[in-house]
């Protein structure tokens, strides 16, 4: 049961122009205040409380009842997300009174967007990272294994993963250490163990499950949306040179293991709903358990920037969009679903760098420096890189753009600092 919110929709809450964050998104985040976590909506820049909205009779049942989304949604996955939307669009609505003109529960409810640093939006017990960018696929396939199609025979038939490690999924703000990890050089007997020489971001986009399935059931495609709660821009951080020497025959372990970050606010479906386009033709036709009854992809621009500790503003060095994905997120969790696995509240899955086909639209420094030989220019100071330095601030931006609003992820953005 989505609930859709009129492009045409207006609020009487300050809205910029160009925000990220118009009455058509109204996507949910989670704030600490006080040691204690809290849910919160966002419109223009500021956070509105969902606590603190029940406690002046708002929302219906308790405050307690809105301290984690977990909660909110209970058995419901994203229907308890879309009916929580309508009531919130319904407070937020330009003719709607209520709390508009109430001065002293205004001031109680809202707060400035930028005071309060957002945490993991749920409880992430499992993460799970794709390979669903063709051209990402297909520029490491040429790159790595020269003499062989670029793309391995499965690629067109499932959608690859692996699982990646939960427990160091970390917010927007929050930064990296450049890990250690051992390494060989091509021209050296042995390996040594030290800081990455090759430290890289992925731009991913990422979806939180919403519903439980029973171990041993297989989730039709048809009913797989169901069990997706929303949306997160994600930074699958690589080390190459470790990765390089540690992922035969197994794939991915240590390289991949230290962070991952995420965007902290949960864009729903429903607010990406009018973004949904058809995407890249699946050529050969996918296996019938794998086939979408209606479009899955989204057109979501991703931009990706970058400032070093000399510059004074970021560069952006890649924009690309999610169209670039050959799989669907539907796909991904009905293939993940396929042989029975439970699948779990808060589980976070990963599409894979997400590159356009052209230079200047690739979703790594690994592609955008071509495995460190064609290093980026950064024009303020005449800098270069390969790969990322200590000091250096990552950004990515996404947001779907509608006529006269957009719908924006924010900003994801980490500092590297020394190992
Ligand atoms: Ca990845």
Redesign the pocket.
């Known amino acids: 049961m989505k609930f859709l919110i009129p492009a045409k929709a207006t609020t009487w809450a300050p809205v910029p122009a160009n925000s990220d964050f118009p009455i058509q998104n109204l996507p949910f985040g989670v704030v600490v205040h006080e040691d204690e976590q809290r849910v919160v909506t966002r419109i223009g820049d500021q956070i509105l409380e969902l606590a603190a909205l029940a406690e002046e009779g708002f929302l219906p049942g308790d405050p307690v009842d809105y301290l984690d989304i977990e909660t909110i949604i209970g058995e419901e996955g994203g229907d308890g997300l879309s009916r929580l939307r309508k009531m919130l669009y319904d407070l937020l609505r330009t003719d709607n009174p209520n709390l508009r003109d109430n001065s002293a529960a205004k001031a109680k409810c809202f707060h400035p967007a930028q005071d309060a640093p957002l945490n993991l939006p749920l409880m992430i017990d499992a993460y799970v ?3 669903s960018g063709i051209n990402h696929a297909s520029n490491v396939g040429k790159m790595f294994r020269p003499d062989m199609a670029p793309l391995l025979p499965n690629y067109r038939h499932l959608p690859v993963g692996y699982n ?1 490690r939960a427990s160091s999924v970390i917010p927007s703000g929050v930064p990296v250490k450049r890990p250690c990890g051992q390494t060989k050089a091509a021209d050296a007997d042995m390996p040594t163990f030290g800081p990455t020489k090759e430290l890289d971001f ?1 731009l ?1 986009m990422g979806f939180f499950v919403g519903a439980q399935s029973e171990m041993g059931e297989a989730i039709p495609i048809d009913e797989i949306e169901d069990y997706i709660l929303g949306f997160v821009m ?1 930074n ?1 951080w ?1 080390a190459r040179d470790v990765q390089r020497w540690e992922y035969q025959p197994l794939g ?1 372990f240590l390289a ?1 293991s230290f962070a991952t970050s995420i965007s902290p606010w949960l864009i729903t479906l429903d607010a990406l709903e009018p973004f949904r386009i058809a995407g890249l033709t699946q050529d050969p036709p996918v296996l019938p358990h794998l086939r979408s009854p209606k479009p899955g992809h989204y057109d979501i621009q991703l931009e990706v920037s970058i400032q070093t500790p000399r510059m004074t503003k970021p560069q952006v060095i890649s924009r690309t969009n999610t169209k670039e994905l050959y799989w669907t997120a539907y796909q991904q969790l009905t293939h993940q679903s396929s042989n029975g696995t439970p699948l779990e509240v808060g589980d976070l899955y ?1 599409s ?2 997400i590159s356009g086909s052209e230079k200047g639209t690739f979703g790594s420094l690994l592609e955008l420096s071509w495995r460190g030989t064609e290093p980026i220019k950064l024009t303020e100071t005449g800098e270069t890189r390969t790969f990322l330095q200590d000091g250096d601030v990552v950004t990515f931006r996404g947001w779907a753009q509608g006529e006269g609003f957009r719908v924006g992820f924010g900003e994801l953005t980490t500092e590297i600092l020394p190992a």
């Open positions: 990272d794709f390979y990646g992925e991913e994600v699958d690589s991915p991949k990963a894979g760098t």
